[in-house]
């Protein structure tokens, strides 16, 4: 193997494939970055990693001058490639040894045995097609709800349901619950499909292919819990296996009706949250009053440090009595609305609210994204 490439492309490549690369392989060789040239017409460099769960692939334009294959260790790599001068970087294999020159830097690296590294898998045929700024915003939204504990994986995951033009995105970790629909165009307009896809990886994929006009995304099998998810934008791809268990049914879990509906600006409740919130306990609630025209929200209680706040806000419907939220919790959901006015639809203190933005006071509420928020329990 012998190739040159441009420094940007080079460390952009590297640390592409490099996101996928187990921090703890259960095997040495899945610690590496399988580095492949091909010279001729189709001269290029292939960069891949592959944990047996999610596998990363980039394809980058070099100068090569000798084809050849070979594995080095990815996280060292990543930051070799990162701390590279701007000049051209030339790459070449010589016995069991990976040299890397750029300028006046030489690394030399051991390689892995490349014959042990695993087949990537297969890309799916893409299913259809989304803009890459509409798909990172909309996983964005809906990943923040997606559970953490990885006891119960089914709720680490975010839902995708397409049918048709619609995508419809859901994340939940039974406290809260992120709902987003978004168009994307689809290869057969009859197309539909369900699957639960690990929120993480899914995150970064889409963060990262953000600036692709499009990025297609590939289902590997139309039924939950079975195949693949390919992701590709950008001369790059992602596949990851989509997770298994029965996703709650998040649709029964929305109010039919809110009797009170309370329109607030985003930026002041978000503010006013984390003012009281300094005073909160670990776990403690911020407690919050609705009336005619303004919210009093209060933490801390007793002998203990309390928080006052209190912002301007107009209410539809009966007052609110005290309601109570996780503060964290919240501020991701008012996070995530990204969107100058907040509706809080209430149905009573012991239920669920219901989170939606709006462009302006009296603009109607986008009916593409809602935050449910489960409420923290009062002593009576």
């Known amino acids: 193997m012998k190739f040159r490439i441009d420094r940007e492309t080079f460390a952009d490549a590297v640390q592409w494939a490099g996101r996928t690369v187990p921090a703890r392989p259960a095997l040495p060789m899945l610690s590496g970055l399988r580095l492949e040239s091909v010279d001729g017409a189709d001269s290029r460099l292939s960069i891949a990693s592959y944990d047996y769960e999610v596998s990363g692939r980039v394809e980058a334009v070099a100068d090569v001058a000798e084809a050849g294959v070979a594995l080095v260790n990815g996280r060292l790599l990543v930051d070799i490639a990162r701390a590279l001068p701007q000049q051209p970087v030339d790459v070449e294999t010589e016995g069991t040894r990976l040299r890397v020159r750029c300028g006046r830097s030489t690394f030399e690296l051991p390689t892995l045995p490349v014959e042990e590294y695993p087949p990537l898998p297969p890309m799916p045929e893409p299913s259809g097609g989304v803009p890459g700024t509409v798909l990172a915003g909309a996983v964005a939204q809906v990943a923040v709800a997606a559970g953490r504990d990885d006891a119960l994986p089914f709720l680490t995951g975010v839902r995708i349901e397409v049918d048709g033009e619609q995508v419809t ?28 896809v690990p929120a993480r990886t899914l995150a970064d994929t889409a963060k990262a292919l953000a600036h692709a006009d499009e990025v297609h995304l590939a289902f590997g099998s139309a039924s939950l819990g079975e195949g693949l998810l390919g992701i590709e934008g950008l001369d790059r791809r992602t596949t990851t296996r989509l997770l298994e268990g029965d996703f709650p049914k998040y649709r029964s879990l929305l109010p039919s009706e809110s009797p009170t509906v309370a329109r607030v600006e985003t930026a002041a409740l978000t503010e006013a949250v984390k003012r009281v919130a300094l005073v909160a306990e670990r776990s403690s609630a911020v407690k919050m009053l609705f009336n005619g025209s303004e919210v009093v929200l209060e933490a801390g209680a007793g002998d203990d440090a309390i928080g006052l706040d209190a912002i301007e806000c107009s209410v539809s419907g009966a007052p609110m009595e005290r309601i109570a939220f996780n503060p964290t919790y919240l501020l991701e959901g008012l996070a995530a609305i990204n969107q100058p006015v907040t509706n809080m639809a209430f149905t009573n203190p012991n239920k669920p609210a219901v989170l939606t933005g709006a462009a302006s006071f009296e603009a109607d509420a986008a009916d593409d994204y809602l935050y449910l928020l489960m409420p923290v329990r009062l002593p009576a």
Request: zero cysteines; aromatic letters at 10%.
């Open 169 to 196: 995105l859901a994340a939940t970790d039974r406290y809260r619950l992120a709902v987003r629909t978004l168009r994307w165009t689809p290869r057969d307009p009859a197309f539909s499909a369900a699957a639960l």
